[in-house]
C-alpha cells in the first residue's frame, strides 16, 4: 500500500503540469507541440500569477496557449511568438522577465517593500525603546546609599 502511495504521487508530480493543456489545444505535429510546450513553460498565467501558462487552469491561460500555438502555427520564431505576448500583455506574462528600466519594479519591487518594512519596524522598535537615563547625582548617590544601609540593617 505504501509503495502504491509513493509511486502515485510520484505520477501525479510528474504529470500535474500536462493536465492544465486540453487535447484540444495541442498542435498535431509534435514538433511544434514541443516548441509550444517549451515556451509555455516560461509564459505567467496573468491571472494566478505564480503558475505557468501549462500549470494553470483559468481560462486566459488557455486563451495564452491557445494564443501561443496559433502564432507558433503561423510561422514565429520562438522570439517572436513570445515577443508577441510581451507586447499584448506586458513583460509581466514572462516569468522571467528580462532585466530593463520597465521591469526594475518586478525585479526589485518585493526586496524594496521588504527594506522599507525593515525599516519602518526598526523606527518603531527604536521610538519605543525607554530612553536613557542621565546618571545619578552626588546627592541622589548619597540617598541611594542610605537606603541601601538602612536595607541592609533592617
Not at 521591469?103 to 525599516?119: E, H, I, N, S, Y
Not at 521610538?127 to 542610605?146: G, K
Request: with cysteine; net charge negative; aromatic share 6%.
Amino acid at each position: 500500500m505504501r509503495r502504491f502511495l509513493i509511486l502515485t504521487c510520484a505520477v501525479l508530480a510528474v504529470a500535474g503540469s500536462a493536465w492544465a493543456v486540453n487535447p484540444d489545444e495541442q498542435l498535431a505535429d509534435p514538433g511544434l507541440e514541443a516548441r509550444a510546450h517549451s515556451l509555455s513553460k516560461d509564459l505567467r498565467c496573468v491571472v494566478c500569477q505564480n503558475q505557468s501558462i501549462d500549470d494553470s487552469d483559468a481560462a486566459l491561460a488557455r486563451d495564452l496557449r491557445i494564443i501561443l500555438r496559433e502564432r507558433i502555427s503561423a510561422g514565429d520564431t520562438d522570439e517572436q511568438a513570445v515577443a508577441y505576448l510581451v507586447a499584448r500583455y506586458g513583460s509581466f506574462v514572462q516569468l522571467q522577465p528580462p532585466m530593463r528600466f520597465d521591469t526594475l519594479a518586478l525585479w526589485f519591487g518585493p526586496l524594496a517593500v521588504l527594506l522599507a518594512g525593515g525599516l519602518g519596524a526598526l523606527i518603531y522598535v527604536r521610538s519605543r525603546a525607554p530612553s536613557r537615563a542621565e546618571p545619578l547625582s552626588a546627592d541622589e548617590e548619597a540617598e541611594v546609599e542610605i537606603l541601601l544601609k538602612t536595607d541592609k540593617a533592617g
